[in-house]
């Protein structure tokens, strides 16, 4: 009886060991929280270093309107990277570093429970139907992947963020391997992937 009773105490204890284990290796996300509305999360404050195979197209002699990696993590709807392959990016890698202590070393662990993408150069309309967007996107966090399809959207919702399935483990880095795109619908830009924005939300906070 006793030793049933030990028995007994070390499984509950087990148990919530281990709920207490996949609470921190694998924090539940709030009920509620979506890209447009994170409620219960916290942005990820780190600064961000972006490391990139696919180039960054070149910013308009004209306007000066760049289109470099820094605009994925600016916050700013109105700036996009695009890249500069010859195709729309298919097999290249973004690949985003934290520096969460701010020691200017980009080499700290965070624990992303949301990762948001606003797809496509959501500037403008015209922008937005022009450019090529993400379809499939591979995220890899803690060496664990998740594919996720994006939904295809008109002009009229391209401001709404998408959710990226992940693994929520602690990880020194979110890597988005590009699998497959949408081909923007005016010739001369069809063919230029631009994502406008890439959010990280933590639990913490
Ligand atoms: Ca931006
Ligand atoms: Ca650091
Ligand atoms: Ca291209």
Known sequence: MRRAVLWTAGAVASAIIG??????LEPLLPADATCDNPVGLSPVESRVEIGLDLGEYPADPVTG????????????PTTAWVEARDDRGEGGELRFTFDADDDGAFDDTIT?????VRNGFVKRPDLFRANARLSTVDVTTGGQTHRTT????????????????????????????????NAGETASDANDLAISDVVFYTSGG
């Not at 709920?19 to 921190?24: A, D, R």
């Not at 992303?112 to 948001?116: A, H, K, S």
């Not at 399935?165 to 590009?178: D, F, N």
């Open 150 to 181: 994006l939904p295809v959207k008109g002009a009229d919702r391209m401001l709404l963020m998408d959710p990226l399935g992940l693994s929520r483990t602690p990880t020194a880095a979110v890597t988005l391997v590009i699998v497959a795109t």
């Open 19 to 24: 709920v207490l284990i996949g609470w921190k």
């Open 65 to 76: 309107t760049d289109f470099v990696a820094a605009n994925l993590v600016d916050g700013d």
């Open 112 to 116: 992303p429970t949301l990762v948001c």
